[in-house]
């Protein structure tokens, strides 16, 4: 693999923001909690990386106060059972602005969510298996949440990514939909 290395396309996303406007994207998008974790972890950057784990206690141990999102999140599902499965699948979609009415494709849910996540990798860390089917020349983005309607309490939420390492948070009740585009509408 050193004398001949494998490219692999890189595919870039577009994230739209109300505020911030437009940003590529190419591993992952939090909203809710990880970000929360992720922004609330500089606070302790002497630590390392030991710093995330810091934060997610301390935000876990919160919780519901810190991380109670109500939303409407809309997303078009992939279309082939076999997307999940690494193939490869061509689809191209009109972005959406915030105040345009959705079409009949669109899926739409509504609640208090803890935390939603778009991923196209693997890992979304160095030791945070979080979908290891994920491919990054794979087309498609993966959107978890995590709805207080199906996570009661914080000691759920903390089960869930202290297995994170093992995989073993796949057999959570956690929405995970394949798609190719999303949208978040806080309320």
């Given at each position: ?7 692999i ?23 809710g ?6 922004l609330g ?7 390392g ?6 934060e ?16 409407r999140?809309?997303y ?7 997307t ?8 191209n ?36 298996p979080?979908l290891?089917s ?6 498609t983005?993966y959107?978890?949440?995590?709805d207080?309607?199906?996570i009661k309490?914080?000691?759920?939420v903390?089960?869930l990514?202290?297995?994170m390492?093992s995989?073993?948070?796949l057999?959570?009740?956690c929405?995970?939909?394949p798609?190719h ?7």
């Amino acid at each position: 693999m050193a004398a001949r290395p494998r490219y692999i396309p890189l595919r870039l996303y577009n994230v739209e923001t109300q505020y911030d406007g437009t940003r590529s994207m190419f591993m992952s998008a939090n909203w809710g909690l990880i970000a929360d974790i992720d922004l609330g972890s500089e606070r302790f950057r002497w630590a390392g990386m030991i710093r995330l784990h810091i934060e997610a206690v301390l935000r876990i141990a919160e919780l519901p106060r810190v991380a109670t999102y109500r939303a409407r999140i809309s997303y078009i599902p992939a279309q082939c059972k076999a997307t999940s499965r690494n193939t490869m699948l061509r689809f191209n979609c009109d972005r959406k602005l915030f105040d345009q009415p959705l079409g009949d494709s669109w899926q739409t849910v509504e609640g208090n969510f803890v935390m939603a996540n778009v991923s196209t990798l693997s890992h979304l860390g160095s030791d945070i298996p979080f979908l290891p089917s994920a491919r990054l020349d794979e087309p498609t983005m993966y959107l978890t949440l995590i709805d207080w309607n199906t996570i009661k309490t914080r000691f759920h939420v903390a089960h869930l990514f202290v297995f994170m390492e093992s995989s073993q948070h796949l057999a959570h009740p956690c929405m995970q939909v394949p798609t190719h585009i999303f949208l978040v509408v806080r309320r």
